[in-house]
């Protein structure tokens, strides 16, 4: 014996319908019936306000641009924890990374330019120099997404539509850049 349907997720079937054809009543609905659910949720990955907002936002943004593509989901509120952890995983690595590389860059850069000691300046010069070649050797499309990155300061999302590639795309390939350069630093 099964439990007894539940209306709540009944009805969020039928306004997820609703919602892929494109009404914009029901995704206003669905927001304001999971946002608080979701961002509880999310508190419990990482306890950083202002990203889970930003995660749960760019959630419901991605979920209204790609409505048309989501037509096969049974299960509402499951897929939607699922793809909220995923983003806020993402966000939390790309956000780990993006310091990690600031932290080479800076270490091997930026060390030394206020020493006023000639010694010091000719070697964070050389480590510059060093650097700016590491980066510089990347394969294209590793260097094109460090830069955007790291130091146009894009958003992961701004980057891909840039690069004209998916979102899980580019963090592999910041990641791969980003191992890349450590690896060719502590040589």
Same mark, same amino acid.
Request: proline share 1%; glycine share 2%; with cysteine.
């Given at each position: 014996m099964g439990f007894p349907p539940n209306k709540r997720n009944e009805l969020t079937l039928e306004e997820w319908d609703r919602f892929i054809s494109g009404?914009? @009543?029901?995704?206003?609905a669905i927001f304001?019936?999971?946002?608080?659910?979701?961002?509880?949720?999310?508190?419990? #990955? #990482? =306890?950083?306000?202002? *990203?889970?907002?930003?995660? $749960? =936002?760019?959630?419901? *943004?991605? #979920?209204?641009?790609?409505?048309? =593509?989501?037509?096969g989901v049974e299960h509402v509120e499951p897929y939607l924890f699922k793809a909220l952890r995923n983003r806020i995983y993402n966000t939390y690595n790309a956000?780990? @990374?993006?310091?990690? *590389?600031?932290?080479l860059l800076q270490r091997?850069?930026?060390?030394?330019?206020?020493?006023?000691?000639?010694?010091?300046?000719? &070697?964070?010069? =050389? &480590?510059?120099?060093?650097l700016k070649i590491l $980066?510089?050797?990347?394969?294209?499309?590793?260097?094109?997404?460090v830069m955007l990155i790291f130091f146009e300061n894009y958003s992961y999302?701004?980057?891909s539509e840039i690069l004209s590639i998916n979102i899980q795309s580019l963090y592999k390939l910041v990641s791969r850049a980003v191992d890349s350069l450590r690896a060719n630093l502590n040589k």
């Open positions: 009404d914009l @009543r029901s995704f206003e304001d019936k999971h946002f608080e659910r979701l961002f509880r949720f999310g508190m419990t #990955l #990482l =306890q950083d306000e202002e *990203i889970i907002k930003d995660c $749960v =936002q760019t959630l419901f *943004i991605d #979920l209204w641009e790609k409505k048309a =593509q989501l037509s956000e780990k @990374r993006k310091k990690e *590389i600031l932290t091997h850069a930026l060390i030394g330019l206020k020493s006023s000691n000639d010694e010091d300046f000719n &070697d964070t010069m =050389q &480590d510059q120099t060093e $980066v510089n050797d990347l394969p294209l499309r590793q260097r094109e997404a999302e701004k980057a």
